[in-house]
């Protein structure tokens, strides 16, 4: 069964770059078939989805972030990462990352780590 | 974007009774290859959301089947046919049809 990991930094400053990167194991990223994303939940509130990237490099944002957000691919060690711009308190949240099958939907989600924006 | 509304916020339900969630979308949710992209997710308590239902109806890997979901179009509604005391925490539908992913705003269930 796939397992992702998140890992980062829980403290960011305003105006800096948030950057996490998840960890896939018990299946390579490389094999097809899935899209790779994030998605944050911001604290005691609903889910955000953020985007996702297939392991050819292709990717698609969320255009409420487009502008701030890169989600890139490193398949030698079967990981994807995520670097949110230009971060204010509003970024403040709990990001997972998590697995998107080309048949729909999430299927698999990596625990989540809290990211918190403050100087 | 596709909104999804979910009713009620929250529920509070005797185990071993059943509970009702909704699910309303903006648009309907049936593809032309047949299928309908509406998800059921249940995010327990400190944990990330698991995937129940896909496709409307179809249980995911080890769901009990206590879980069931309906619906068509813009109009879709998860049961549990008897709750238990593990089934507590927050459950969001969510529509995978159109980009961005869309999530409902989540119905909150509690034991009595």
């Known amino acids: 069964q796939v397992q992702l990991q998140e890992s980062g930094p829980g403290l960011v400053k305003p105006s800096q770059t948030l950057s996490l990167t998840c960890t896939v194991s018990?299946?390579?990223?490389?094999?097809?078939?899935?899209?790779w994303s994030w998605i944050r939940q911001h604290p005691g509130k609903g889910l955000e989805w953020i985007g996702y990237i297939y392991y050819s490099g292709s990717t698609y944002y969320n255009p409420s972030l487009k502008s701030r957000v890169t989600i890139s691919v490193d398949t030698s060690k079967n990981q994807f990462s995520l670097k949110l711009s230009s971060v204010t308190a509003a970024d403040t949240a709990v990001y997972y990352c998590?697995?998107?099958?080309?048949?729909?939907?999430?299927?698999?989600w990596g625990q989540g780590t809290l990211v918190t924006v403050s100087s | 974007d596709i909104v999804m509304t979910q009713t009620p916020l929250s529920l509070s339900v005797t185990p071993g009774q059943p509970a009702s969630i909704s699910c309303k979308s903006s648009?309907?949710?049936?593809?032309?290859?047949?299928?309908?992209?509406l998800y059921w997710y249940l995010q327990k308590p400190g944990q990330p959301p698991q995937l129940l239902i896909y496709?409307?109806?179809n249980r995911f890997s080890g769901v009990p089947d206590r879980f069931s979901g309906s619906g068509s179009g813009t109009d879709f509604t998860l049961k549990i046919s008897r709750v238990e005391a593990e089934d507590v925490g927050v459950y969001y539908c969510?529509?995978?049809?159109?980009?961005?992913?869309?999530f409902g705003g989540g119905t909150k269930v509690e034991i009595k």
């Open positions: 969510m529509q995978s049809i159109q980009l961005p992913l869309f």
């Open positions: 018990g299946g390579s990223i490389s094999s097809g078939g899935y899209y």
């Open positions: 496709e409307v109806s």
């Open positions: 648009q309907s949710l049936l593809h032309s290859d047949g299928k309908t992209y």
């Open positions: 998590a697995r998107e099958p080309f048949s729909g939907g999430i299927d698999y």
